[in-house]
């Protein structure tokens, strides 16, 4: 088994033990269940932001350890004073270190559009992501057979949450790609062998049909990247260790935000 597999198999027997401990009657009678979600769509093409999804991550299964006693309050508002156009919190505990805690936190304190990022499987996951305050769920084309999936983004929509579709590439995308999703996002990394590499957003931008909101992620470390990335179509990029090997990750993401804006001022005086 790859990592994926193993993460995905570890996945399921959560769900069922989930499934057991809070019921799905006990998820709707959350504060957030009825509360209207937040465009992530919208945040990202906002002209006054960075099209920046700031992520919170503890560890990962290629890097281990990155911040693994980071301050959710206070780096999920840095975030945002820093220019982010919204918040990317893992929830899942064995492999990222995460937990639903932590997404209910950020959601406490800012007004954003934030993005649960776990491995959807079941149904139950989003009504849950609905119950803790997520706006957007992610779907893994890699982790999921692609009916599955559409139904999977078909439920969330019904329950207001918008979908993030993640593709590795275009056989993924062609496979995937639905009415349902409006938002779609290029994982740099290949989930199988956790090898990133860049080029993987920009071969694909082209496939990815027009009226569709592009997002990159995965392996971006300079502004000068996100200014590529820009420049071949894409409206989000969504960062994660790059701000988060800093002991703070507020700091990082501000002066990196504020270098990717005087990059783009130059480009628009040049041109």
Known sequence: MNILDQIIATKYKEVAERKELYPVKLLEKSLYFETPCISLERYLLRPDKSGIIA???????????????????????????????????????????GKNEDLMTARKFNYCPILRKDFTVDEYQIVEAKSIGADAILLIAAALEPARLK????????????????????????????????????NNRNLKDFVTD??????????????????????????????????????????????MQNSRPGQSAAA???EFKQLLAQQEVSA
């Open 151 to 186: 139904e999977l983004a078909a439920f969330a929509r019904s329950l207001g949450l918008e979908v993030l579709l993640e593709v590795h590439n275009l056989q993924e995308l062609q496979q995937t790609l639905c009415d349902e999703v409006t938002v779609v996002g290029v």
């Open 55 to 97: 992520e919170i991550k503890r560890k990962s299964p290629s890097k281990g350890d990155i911040n693994p006693y980071v301050s959710v309050e206070r780096t999920s508002i840095s975030y945002m004073q820093a220019g982010a156009s919204a918040l990317s919190v893992l929830t899942d505990g064995p492999y990222f270190g």
């Open 256 to 258: 990196f935000i504020k």
């Open 198 to 243: 860049v080029n993987t957003s920009l071969e694909l931008a082209n496939h990815i049909p027009a009226g569709i909101t592009k997002i990159s992620e995965s392996g971006i470390s300079k502004p000068e990247t996100l200014v590529t990335l820009r420049t071949a179509g894409y409206n989000g990029f969504l960062i994660g260790e790059t701000f």
